[in-house]
């Protein structure tokens, strides 16, 4: 059998006519031969409005019961979209995760796939030319359902395509530009881009791709394509290497950052790997700035704004047997980073990402051999974002 495995997006399949359309779409790819395995997502808002819903019964609401809501979305998806393929002479089957076998382990809310039984999925797949599946959720040991986190359903697909050995086609709103085209809207199309590359901008705030199914394409070299639902527009290729490697490929943005400075801390660095390992065990600490003055140092790193409630209240704690110690925070940044494998040979990109923000102020800074990042107010945003762009040919 010739398999492909396809995912659509919520925005996707939001109402009917659109659902009608991915049918359409879906019986172009069986009309030329093809096996199709469909993830779906659940229409539109629909997470977003059951998470609502159960937050107006619960304000913490049991995590069990909490996935038990959610995975309904998935499930009106799939055999929505099956009936349209139905009703154009596709025979297609929808299956949640327990009929799919997918396997997971860990927490509630946030889970990982362990495996996938393929077998089962082998079997229908001979008796139909297209099998419609949940995406965003897994079945644990204990029978439960389980939901993977957001932009779970594209773990899924591609977590499917790595048991199946097949190629992964991810449809949205359009395919891999070098910044989101909502942003700035001359922003190029990307044709080619690394694992390594997609994983580094869909981490630092990219949209297009979760970077756990990022992580499982690269692991299993599952071939990944990007492209518009609703466009003939040529998509994105998500593969091991290029041939040609531009200095930076692409430029992400993430909102909602806030700068945290914790001063006058004893210049003693078990005490201080104690108060960093003490926060990661619950959050993403990044972009850490530390300068050591008389004895003293001062450390600021950033956080995203939603998690600054819990973090004060695990900061403090960790902060509660040190003397003389301040934290303030500051709000209102968001974190610009620009990412391309070709800074790993290319001398002077650092000096050029500088020079050409040498008008914007820059809080903080973090690097890695494919990244720049800065944190900047977000009142700078648009002023950057043309800056970057012009300097680099985004």
């Keep these: 059998m010739n398999i492909i495995v396809q995912k659509y997006g919520g925005s996707s399949v939001s109402d009917k006519n659109k659902i009608i359309k991915v049918a359409k779409k ?29 937050k107006e019964i619960s304000k913490n609401p049991n995590p069990r019961e909490l996935d038990m809501l959610l995975t309904t979305g998935e499930q009106m998806s799939v055999s929505l979209l099956t009936m349209a393929l139905h009703e154009i002479n596709i025979k297609a089957k929808s299956l949640n995760s327990f009929q799919a076998e997918i396997n997971t382990l860990g ?32 079945i644990n040991p204990n029978g439960d359902l389980t939901t993977l986190g957001r932009g779970g359903s594209d ?14 086609e991810i ?28 994983l580094e901008m ?39 290497n290029t041939i040609e490697n531009p200095v930076v490929t692409g430029m992400s943005l993430m909102k909602n950052q806030t700068r945290v400075n914790i001063t006058n801390l004893p210049e003693n660095h078990p005490l201080l790997h104690g108060i960093f390992e003490n ?32 973090f004060d209240k695990y900061l403090q704690k960790a902060l509660q ?38 008008n914007i102020p820059i809080k903080l800074v973090t690097t890695s051999e494919i990244k720049i990042s800065c944190l900047i107010e977000k009142e700078n945003t648009a002023k950057a974002i043309d800056c970057l762009v012009k300097e680099f040919d985004l």
Excluded: W
Aim: aromatic share 8%.
């Design 321 to 358: 047997n040190i003397d003389n110690s301040k934290v303030s925070y500051e709000h209102g940044y968001v974190k610009l980073s620009v990412v391309g494998i070709g800074m790993k040979t290319e001398k002077g990109v650092a000096s050029r990402f500088f020079k050409s923000l040498q």
């Design 202 to 240: 869909a981490s630092l705030g990219s949209n297009i791709l979760h970077s756990r199914a990022v992580e499982i394409a690269k692991k299993f070299n599952v071939k990944l394509y990007c492209a518009s639902t609703f466009s003939n527009e040529g998509g994105t290729y998500v593969i091991s």
């Design 107 to 138: 927490n509630h809310n946030n889970a990982k796939i362990k495996d996938i039984k393929k077998d089962k999925i082998i079997k229908f797949l001979k008796e139909n030319d297209v099998l419609v599946i949940t995406g965003f959720q897994g």
């Design 155 to 168: 773990t899924s697909a591609v977590a499917l395509a790595a048991a199946l050995k097949s190629n992964c």
């Design 26 to 54: 879906i019986k172009q790819k069986v009309s030329l031969g093809f096996k199709l395995i469909v993830v779906v997502s659940a229409m539109g808002k629909t997470t977003d409005n059951l998470l609502n819903l159960a």
């Design 171 to 198: 449809y949205s709103d359009y395919p891999i530009y070098t910044i989101d085209p909502k942003l700035y809207k001359n922003a190029k199309k990307i044709n080619k881009i690394t694992y390594d590359e997609m």
């Design 279 to 310: 926060l990661s065990q619950k959050f993403n600490v990044d972009m850490i700035s530390l300068i050591s003055i008389d004895n003293k140092i001062n450390v600021s790193l950033s956080i995203i704004e939603e998690e600054m409630k819990d």
